[in-house]
C-alpha cells in the first residue's frame, strides 16, 4: 500500500521559512520522480518542484525560484522542501505526489502552510 505523509506546515510570518518532510512507503522510492504540488483556497493545484530520482535534477515554478529547495534521502524514503522567504501568497495546502511502478499517481493528505503577519 503506497503512503505519502507529508509534515512541517504551520503558521510563519512573511521573511520566515518552513522545512516539510514527505515520508514513502509502498513503492520503490529510490527510483522515483518526486513531486512538490500546492494548492490554495478557489485555485487550481500547481506545481512547485520535483526532484529526479537520484537528486541530481530538480525544477521550480518561477513564483518560488530562488526561494524554496527540494531535496531527497533515499535512505530514508523521504523527500523535503525547504521554503525562505515566504510570502503571503505561498499560503495553501502543499502536497506529496510520486508514481509508482505500475504508473499510477499517489498523493499525500497535504500539510498546511499559512503566511500571515
Known amino acids: 500500500q503506497v503512503q505519502l505523509v507529508e509534515s512541517g506546515g504551520g503558521l510563519v510570518q512573511p521573511g520566515g521559512s518552513l522545512r516539510l518532510s514527505c515520508a514513502a512507503s509502498?513503492?520503490?522510492?529510490?527510483?522515483?520522480?518526486m513531486r512538490w504540488y500546492r494548492q490554495a483556497p478557489g485555485k487550481e493545484r500547481e506545481l512547485v518542484a520535483a526532484i529526479g530520482s537520484a537528486g541530481r535534477s530538480t525544477t521550480y515554478a518561477d513564483s518560488v525560484k530562488g526561494r524554496f529547495t527540494t531535496s531527497r534521502d533515499n535512505a530514508k524514503r523521504t523527500t523535503y522542501l525547504q521554503m525562505n522567504s515566504l510570502k503571503p501568497e505561498d499560503t495553501a495546502m502543499y502536497y506529496c505526489n510520486a508514481y509508482d511502478s505500475w504508473g499510477l499517481e499517489h498523493w499525500g493528505q497535504g500539510t498546511q502552510v499559512t503566511v500571515s503577519s
Open positions: 509502498g513503492f520503490i522510492f529510490s527510483t522515483s520522480v
